[in-house]
């Protein structure tokens, strides 16, 4: 007699040839079936005319998603919440992506794939399966090649199954049940063991991290990064012969990408030098900021020399007029970097884009307030005919 809870029928035989035929017959008829048998049998798909799986749309489907919601966040992180220049590059640097829309769609494909695999079709959290530990799975396991065909198909008839299965020389043939159990099985996120395991498995992770955290990263060897070998200053160093642990760089050191600077007369640097810097407003915004800061104590807000030092110092002279108009930019730069008379150079305090600015800014109160430099018509006419005769 045949009780309710009626998995499948199974049949097992003894030869791969006889497992091959009643694959063929079996596939014409029902649709809910499948083979096992202890190593791959070659021509089983076709026997048992197995169309390609259809996960693979699920795969590709699921990949192209995920890819497109991270090339989206690529593009909102680095175009909208937090644009940063890198190399140069355009904020939306598409073949920069295209390693991570890669790597992405072929990860979250394969494990969503899984995942869906375990929850929907074998239904987790249930991790049972009527096959399991049934005498069939352990035949086909050793030495028979077995077939089942499930209750579920809508062609089934255990007596004609039965009789079928004898028909193709199956050496057995048997009823295969669900659990008691597991009939009208529910998933349960109450159910107690679920709950506790919960808990433990959070309780276990959780005292695992923080004794990872505090306790291991502290232990010998893993605190390598803690303890390193290093000399603090002013510590006897025992590897310098010298017994000095605080280093200077080697005479004639040059700091990667900088110059010194290497003229030693003003002559010289109006000669060869000229202003990089173009006088934009961010650029004048700058040479006043440091004007005000280094130089107006001496030479005044505005370079016409009135100094707020109340004779503590000689105040610098005025630098509005022709005479400091004709200075070249060079020569400001010298005065600046190396300083003049008593005024002291400003090489360390002032970077040099700062000192073209201030010298830029300079330029500007000339402009604004310098002497004009009027020139009469004759000066003019001097001023052609020597170049006329120069020329000649
Ligand atoms: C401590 C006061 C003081 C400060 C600060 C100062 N200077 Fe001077 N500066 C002087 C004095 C004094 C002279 C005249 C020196 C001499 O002729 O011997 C001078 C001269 C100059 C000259 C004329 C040099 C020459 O060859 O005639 C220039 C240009 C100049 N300063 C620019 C500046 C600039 C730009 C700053 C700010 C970076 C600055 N100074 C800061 C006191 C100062």
């Known amino acids: 007699m045949i009780k309710e809870n009626l998995y499948a029928i199974s049949a097992l035989f003894d030869t791969p040839d006889s497992i091959m035929k009643a694959a063929d017959n079996i596939s014409t008829e029902y649709k809910r079936f499948d083979v096992n048998t202890p190593y791959p049998v070659h021509g089983m798909d076709d026997a048992m005319k197995l169309t390609p799986s259809r996960i693979g749309y699920f795969t590709i489907s699921i990949g192209l998603f995920c890819m497109s919601f991270m090339l989206y966040f690529m593009y909102w992180s680095n175009s909208v919440d937090y644009p940063q220049v890198i190399g140069g590059k355009p904020f939306f640097a598409f073949p920069a992506y295209v390693p991570i829309m890669f790597e992405i769609t072929i990860l979250t494909g394969a494990v969503l794939s899984v995942a869906m695999m375990i929850s929907v079709l074998f239904k987790f959290p249930n991790n049972a399966h009527p096959l399991h530990d049934s005498g069939y799975m352990k035949a086909v396991s050793s030495d028979k090649y077995g077939i089942y065909v499930e209750a579920k198909d809508s062609n089934f008839d255990y007596s004609k199954l039965e009789k079928q299965f004898k028909e193709l020389g199956a050496s057995s043939v048997s009823p295969i049940y669900y659990d008691e159990e597991e009939v009208d099985w529910k998933p349960n996120t109450w159910d107690p063991k679920f709950v506790i395991g919960t808990i433990g498995i959070a309780i276990l992770t959780s005292f695992s991290v923080y004794m990872h955290m505090n306790k291991v990263l502290f232990m010998v060897p893993f605190d390598w990064m803690m303890n390193q070998e290093r000399a603090d200053y002013g510590e006897t160093s025992e ?140 000066e003019i006419a001097e001023n052609s005919e020597t170049k006329t005769e120069a020329s000649e």
């Open 239 to 378: 590897f310098f012969a010298d017994g000095y642990s605080m280093r200077v760089a080697p005479v004639g050191t040059i700091a990667r990408g900088f110059i010194p600077y290497q003229y030693d007369s003003p002559d010289s640097a109006s000669k060869y030098m000229t202003n990089p810097t173009v006088a934009s407003e961010h650029n004048l915004e700058l040479g006043q900021r440091k004007f005000l800061t280094y130089c107006s104590p001496c030479h005044g807000n505005m370079a016409e020399g009135a100094s707020r030092l109340k004779g503590n110092m000689p105040p610098g002279p005025d630098l509005r007029t022709e005479f400091y108009q004709n200075f070249t930019d060079g020569r400001f730069y010298h005065t600046i970097t190396k300083g003049k008379g008593i005024m002291a150079g400003y090489e360390s305090q002032i970077t040099r884009e700062e000192r073209w600015a201030i010298i830029n800014y300079i330029r500007t109160l000339q402009k604004a307030f310098g002497t004009p430099v009027v020139k009469t018509e004759e």
